[in-house]
């Protein structure tokens, strides 16, 4: 079956950077996009941006550009999203999701992973 | 960025009734709308994408319908599973956006 596994949750102090990984299983990974999409405490869901592990290309929302770095390593059929400069505002759940490119939903996804940001 | 919004943002339904939530995007989106379900500590979950098209193994109580900038979503008779979050979003155009979400509780 499809699964996405998300890493750990982590507490970061503001300034600092944060990787969060999802590592995929039961389907040919170079088919699909990967998205990331966060939540903060009690809100609601926001985009941030996604990765072609066919190609590598990527696309992020404006309000992350710059701050952002989505990849993927083929090899362990794994995505990665870095988030540098935290603030305290980017405390959130943050989720990996299968993507079907080309207008398709994000259909299957990570557990989540929440990131603290906190002095 | 097109914006979602979503209505009503919070919903009092008993098991049995038949509730619809409505989306308006602020452009066309050419039915690249998509309804995903939402409980507690979980996960999103998809349940119709591209307008109507049932994700599989989502019940058939669940129905999605609309065109142009209006969509909804629409459960014919509650079942005590259903009380959650639900929330619209839009793959027509990066950057994707979703609506700011319906909380579907029981009366």
């Known amino acids: 079956q499809i699964e996405l596994v998300q890493s750990a949750p982590e507490v970061k102090k503001p300034g600092a950077s944060v990787n969060v990984s999802c590592k995929t299983s039961g389907y040919t990974f170079s088919y699909y996009g990967i998205s990331w999409v966060r939540q903060a405490p009690g809100q609601g869901l926001e985009w941030m941006g996604w990765i072609n592990p066919f190609n590598g290309d990527t696309a992020y929302a404006q309000e992350f550009q710059g701050r952002v770095t989505m990849t993927t390593d083929p090899s362990t059929r794994s995505a990665y999203m870095e988030l540098r400069g935290l603030k305290s505002g980017d405390t959130a759940v943050y989720y990996c999701?299968?993507?079907?490119?080309?207008?398709?939903?994000?259909?299957?996804w990570g557990q989540g992973t929440l990131v603290t940001v906190s002095s | 960025d097109i914006q979602m919004t979503q209505s009503p943002s919070s919903l009092s339904a008993s098991v049995g009734d038949r509730v619809t939530i409505t989306c308006r995007a602020s452009?066309?989106?050419?039915?690249?709308v998509n309804w995903y379900q939402q409980k507690p500590g979980k996960a999103p979950e998809l349940l119709i994408y591209t307008t109507s098209n049932l994700q599989s193994g989502v019940p058939s109580r669940f129905s999605g319908g609309g065109s142009g900038t209006d969509f909804t979503l629409t459960i014919s008779s509650l079942q005590p599973e259903d009380f959650a979050t639900y929330f619209c979003h839009q793959s027509d155009s990066t950057p994707r956006t979703f609506g700011g979400g319906t909380r579907l509780d029981i009366k």
């Open positions: 999701a299968r993507v079907t490119l080309v207008r398709g939903p994000e259909s299957f």
């Open positions: 452009q066309s989106v050419d039915n690249y």
